[in-house]
């Protein structure tokens, strides 16, 4: 054998192995065939013809370049080989460096030589049809459909088509004649019907919508989808009635289906219907007794109406069945604290052991003791995490800081972030945190120093670029620099009540009382802040509204009492109160 051959044979091994994968953003071909057709699959029969030594050479350039993390120079080289040798497998290979680097024209150009390669090749054409349809090339994707269609009936074509809803009014006229002539073709694919359905609908044609989708179901009456598709329908033409029963029936016909039953519950919930939401909830625990995403989703829907023995009920059998308890002693534990039963709630937050969600419990705990007064013990707790997940000691400290600075211990949590930045100069999350801690102390000079660095490396951080611009503002000075920072971080949020609220002060600052009280007002809408209160109280006091304006300032001192902001604008509008 000779040194290319040896090459060429260690190639071609590793070769066939890495095919056997594709990574994607997007759904890959294995995941849209069903369970039938993955089990009765035959792997692809290798075509293989000798390379040209410049080509041996190129491919094993690439699959160098591809170990040390360059995968661009590997599509490069496939990408280049694929056309010059027109070998299925070479193709097949140029596409998956392509999709694992988001290389998106690069996978279309691969794919469509794949299929011009092997036309009988299923990922070829997925891959591509996948692809046709982010670039809106809608006829030609439905081309690769109808070839599908005669290689593989079983592929799931609801996931395959999904980005035909991207299409614009008329493109989906186009897409609902040719999925209608390719149902005629394939009179026993309920899928391409609940697709036009689908489409029908976002262009209001109920009639026709509703027909498809009943064509769908006469071909397979259990098709979830499409159940739960002719209910949304039902709802959108304003048969809630009609659409609450017709899932009861469904249910009742098929008890084994978790995600109809789980359906039907929300429906249930919606409607504020406990009496029947407990015997669903019931049952589907019944039926789904180790099925842990049921029994977290009912436990879910339980707690959210006020049912909460039921969610404790289904969260207790999911720890009794060994069933992802790490979720179920959170959701526990976060019930446990607004019943505020604190010391249970840390009972059970201790059962998460080192492993997925064990940071996360130890920090919960820590806030907990902070909260009931026990700062040392949250320390303690956060600093013996640190010994046993040594690999999230920086979330540890930033969590230590946080609770600090909740407890007026701003000294201790600005060392406290030192040592992430003195471990990690660049962690910006510290650094943010600490100008906070600074604004805290009055000390803007030194907050100003470290927003600016944060924003430099992150331009558009629009909790920096807000936080120094209402800075600015509350001080009173530099207002036109502080409107372009709130201005550009609300371009980047516009639904952010802390950026609505700091543009409004903006404006109340700058005069336009009108376009501030509309800003202060939505914010507060989107959320009841101490800090958003107190502004938009002092400015219905200052137009004359003084009832409006204590009624915000009372709901404000409802939520927190001790409010120093609201507090501080009272005595400055009202001193003789």
């Known amino acids: 054998m000779t040194h290319f051959a040896k090459l060429a044979f260690l190639f071609l091994t590793s070769f066939t192995a890495s095919c056997a994968l594709l990574p994607s953003q997007q759904p890959s071909p294995q995941s849209l065939a069903s369970p039938a057709s993955q089990a009765t699959k035959t792997p692809l029969a290798r075509v ?19 170990k040390r993390g360059r995968q661009d120079l590997a599509l490069g ?24 680097i988001g290389a998106q024209q690069a996978i279309l150009d691969t794919s469509m030589l794949w299929i011009e390669i092997d036309p009988k090749s299923i990922h070829a054409r997925v891959t591509a049809t996948l692809q046709l349809l982010r670039y ?8 690769q459909v109808k070839a599908l269609l005669e290689l593989s009936p079983a592929l799931n074509y609801e996931q395959l088509l999904r980005d035909t809803a991207r299409a614009d009014n008329e493109q989906r006229t186009q897409i609902i004649k040719r999925l209608g002539k390719l149902s005629v073709s394939h009179p026993k694919n309920a899928q391409l019907l609940v697709v036009k359905a689908i489409l029908e609908n976002i262009n209001n044609l109920m009639t026709e919508a509703s027909q498809s989708i009943e064509g769908a179901l006469l071909i397979n009456p259990k098709y979830t989808n499409a159940i739960l598709f002719n209910s949304a329908l039902l709802l959108k033409l304003g048969k809630h009635q009609e659409a609450l029963a017709y899932l009861e029936q469904k249910s009742a016909n098929l008890p084994f289906d978790r995600k109809l039953g789980v359906a039907y519950s929300k429906a249930l919930a919606n409607r504020k219907d406990h009496p029947k939401l407990t015997s669903q909830l019931t049952t589907l625990a019944k039926n789904f007794p180790n099925d842990a995403t049921v029994l977290l989703a009912t436990a879910q829907i339980a707690q959210s109406n006020g049912l909460t023995p039921i ?12 069933l992802r308890t790490t979720e179920a002693y959170s959701f526990l534990a976060r019930i446990a604290v607004f019943e505020k039963d604190f010391d249970l709630a840390i009972g059970l937050l201790r059962n998460i052991h080192p492993g997925v969600g064990y940071s996360t419990a130890q920090i919960q705990i820590a806030s907990i003791q902070q909260q009931q007064g026990n700062m040392q013990e949250a320390q303690t707790t956060l600093r013996a995490a640190r ?8 979330n540890f400290y930033l969590a230590e800081a946080e609770l600090l600075t909740k407890n007026n211990q701003h000294q201790d949590s600005i ?3 030192n040592i992430v930045l003195n471990k990690k100069p660049k962690a910006l999350n510290a650094l943010y945190m600490r100008a906070m801690v600074y604004a805290e102390l009055q000390q803007y000079d030194i907050m100003e120093r470290d927003l600016r ?11 920096a670029l807000n936080a120094l611009g209402y800075t600015l503002v509350d001080q009173n000075d530099r207002l036109e620099e502080a409107a372009s920072l709130i201005e550009k971080a609300y371009a980047l949020s516009p639904n ?8 409004g002060w903006l404006k109340y600052r700058m005069g336009d009382n009108k376009t501030a009280l509309t800003l202060l007002k939505k914010a507060y809408i989107l959320f009841q802040d101490q800090e958003i209160a107190a502004h938009l109280g002092e400015l219905l006091w200052i137009s004359g509204n003084k009832d409006e304006a204590k009624a915000i300032w009372k709901s404000g001192l409802k939520t927190t009492p001790d409010s120093k902001v609201i507090q501080e604008t009272i005595e400055r509008l009202m001193p003789n109160s």
């Open 496 to 503: 952010d009540p802390a950026i609505i609220d700091s543009l």
């Open 48 to 66: 293989t013809s000798p390379f040209e030594k410049e080509t041996l050479y190129d491919l094993l350039v690439a699959e160098f370049a591809n």
């Open 453 to 463: 660095i944060v924003i430099k490396q992150q331009p558009d951080n629009s909790a």
């Open 77 to 100: 080289h496939y990408q280049k080989q694929a056309h010059i040798t027109k070998d299925a497998q070479v193709t097949a290979r140029a596409t998956q460096i392509a999709q694992q």
């Open 136 to 143: 809106k090339q809608f006829d030609k994707a439905l081309d």
């Open 415 to 417: 060392e406290t972030l």
């Open 311 to 322: 969610a404790k009920t289904h969260l207790n059998l999911m720890i009794k069945q060994d």
């Open 387 to 394: 010994t046993l997940a040594p690999s999230d000691d920086i």
